[in-house]
């Protein structure tokens, strides 16, 4: 996960009697709801909107009657809040934010997140989906209890990626009750990918509720959690999973 936050200009007023300060905040414009993130004041500047084109005449002129020499530069912020503290040290060297730690991105980004017994399952799990796969992708589940529920390779057939054919058969096993399962579809299930799955293949563990996706190599023509899309951070969608690259974890 990259440290840099992307930055946006901003105007601001630069305020050297620090009584102004009120009387000015009284006449700003309120801040933009994607900049809840920003502190409005800093080191005398106050940020007024987005530089992304001229102040009006007419709101200069109000500021002016506060302060008549005044004095209205850009200053370059985060556009985004850091979510960890890496993010957060480097996006107040430009301009204060609002921070609020993560514990599990930061135990993910010190290599704790997963312990040793865990790490292993993880593996194992993600050999098997590869063995599955007879060269082609693989798909394993496994559910709450830590059992593979079912797992499949591609198959030769309409639709037949390896994510789908696993899905299909264990919503056949509900169907006909030949399965211990007792969760509704996959909820909370992970699963194991040899390879990074298109929208159709990520659309259907939406649906199927699954908690976590580990996933081997990625596709760069189709895949959709990193290569051409980021569908597991798509706001729209009713269900999110986390998803894991296994090199990045090995």
């Known amino acids: 996960m990259r440290y840099e936050l ?15 300060i009120g009387l000015l ?6 801040m933009p709801s994607e ?5 409005r004041i800093k080191e005398g500047l106050i940020l007024i909107q987005p530089a992304n ?10 500021l002016e009657t506060i302060l008549p020499n005044i004095s209205i530069l850009k200053v370059k912020v985060p556009l985004c809040k850091p979510i960890t503290r890496r993010q957060f040290l480097w996006a107040k060297q430009h301009w204060p934010t609002a921070f609020h730690p993560n514990k599990e991105y930061e135990a993910l980004l010190n290599g704790n997140f997963f ?12 050999l098997e989906s590869e063995k599955i796969s007879n060269g082609g992708s693989g798909c394993v589940i496994v559910d709450l209890k830590g059992k593979v529920v079912a797992k499949s390779g591609n198959r030769n057939i309409p639709l037949g990626h390896a994510v789908m054919a696993a899905v ?33 293949c990520a659309m259907a563990l939406v649906h199927f509720r699954v908690g ?8 760069p ?3 959709v959690y990193e290569s051409c899309w980021r569908i597991q951070e798509e706001k729209s969608l009713n269900h999110h999973y986390t998803v894991f690259r296994i090199d990045e974890l090995m």
């Open 53 to 62: 084109g001229l102040l009006p005449r007419e709101f200069v002129k109000k």
């Open 168 to 200: 299909s058969d264990l919503c056949e096993r509900h169907r006909t009750k030949q399965s211990d399962v007792l969760q509704y579809l996959g909820t909370g299930y992970d699963v194991y990918l040899t390879d990074e799955p298109c929208a159709m």
């Open 25 to 30: 905040l009284q006449i700003l414009p309120n």
């Open 35 to 39: 900049a809840n993130h920003l502190k």
């Open 212 to 219: 976590r996706v580990f996933y081997g190599k990625r596709t």
């Open 221 to 223: 023509s189709s895949g």
């Open 115 to 126: 312990t040793t017994d865990e790490y292993q399952k993880i593996i194992g799990f993600y």
């Open 6 to 20: 992307p930055l946006i200009e901003y105007h601001a007023v630069k305020v050297e009697d620090k009584c102004k």
